[in-house]
């Protein structure tokens, strides 16, 4: 099960107190208190690993470390440990108490989300030429807690989509060492899979039914997955009786949820065609591209229709290096 919307509360550690402690050795007589460590930070750092958020299906409330208490003869607390949450790259960070947004959008890519408290000062810090003997102390001031909502909107360069069972975790598998569950019924992907071809990366989302954007099947827990595709590949299997209305009913689903999907560049697919005639095949074409659409016709066991799509993804990879 991949978790892509989690709600978590963070806390940084609070800074440790100084220490109001004096010398007693002759002739040195005077304040040697420490201050107090600073309290660790809470990060959130990108990865790769889509499946990230699954560390928080159970553990909901994380702490960093508090800064260790100042001690006498000068020495100050240690500082508290920082806390690195791992989250994947296209995670949008909503901090629900300071009603601020923020987005993790490379791999690597370190976000402060919660900084530590302060330590607190010694009382040599305080030590002044009227006061010899201070016997204050700061506290550590505490640290910050934050109730947050991580949402997964996946970044890849080409989205899948479709509805189900219409190829498209098949053609995931040829074209990368993708390893996506296939089977002969709808739902088979239930959770996003991603996939690199070279320079690209391809991500097969799960099959959308009429309804989708309004909650219909996997409904709209998918759909946003697609926000930051930058083409989409329209797959339609042409075993259905309307290759048309299959298309049409994806694009609706698409525009509903945002119209903006609808101005990505699209290109169409007309899989499975090893199970019709030639005839049908290219019939179902006809219709197709007679509502002005491009279509190729594959099939991921042909190696000639493969090299089709291999093609059309050189070409994305060379648009992607000139801009």
């Known amino acids: ?143 910050r807690e934050y109730e947050l909502r991580l949402e997964l909107k996946m970044i890849a360069d080409i989205g899948f989509v479709g509805l189900p069972n219409v190829g498209k975790s098949s053609l995931l598998n040829e074209l990368t060492k993708a390893k996506s569950k296939v089977a002969n019924y709808p739902f088979t992907t239930l959770n996003p899979n991603l996939g690199v071809y070279y320079d690209l990366i391809l991500a097969d989302i799960p099959g959308l039914i009429e309804g989708a954007s309004l909650g219909r099947g996997l409904g709209i827990k998918f759909l946003r997955h697609i926000e930051r595709t930058r083409i989409i590949f329209h797959l339609i299997s042409s075993e259905s009786e309307d290759p048309l209305a299959d298309y049409n009913i994806i694009r609706k689903e698409l525009g509903t949820y945002n119209k903006k999907f609808l101005l990505k560049p699209e290109y169409v697919f007309l899989t499975k065609i090893d199970l019709l005639p030639n005839e049908d095949v290219e019939k179902k074409v006809a219709v197709l591209k007679g509502a002005g659409k491009r279509v190729l016709a594959i099939s991921v066991i042909d190696e000639k229709s493969l090299k089709i799509v291999e093609g059309l993804l050189r070409e994305v990879i060379e648009q992607k290096q000139a801009q």
Request: aromatic content about 6%; charged content about 25%; cysteine-free.
């Open 1 to 143: 099960m991949l978790i892509d919307d989690v709600k978590i509360k963070v806390k940084s550690g609070s800074g440790g107190k100084g220490a109001a402690t004096f010398s007693k050795i002759k002739m040195t007589l005077g304040p040697t208190g420490g201050d107090g460590g600073r309290g660790g930070n809470v990060y959130f750092e990108g990865v790769s690993d889509l499946s990230a958020l699954n560390q928080f299906r159970y553990k909901k409330e994380l702490s960093a470390e508090n800064g260790k208490d100042g001690r006498g003869g000068f020495n100050d607390g240690h500082d508290g440990k920082d806390l690195v949450l791992s989250v994947p790259v296209g995670t949008v960070i909503h901090n629900l108490s300071t009603k601020q947004d923020s987005e993790i959008l490379s791999i690597g890519q370190r976000l402060l989300v919660a900084e530590g408290g302060k330590g607190g000062r010694g009382n040599f810090k305080f030590r002044s030429s009227s006061n010899t003997t201070p016997k204050e102390f700061g506290e550590g001031s505490l640290g």
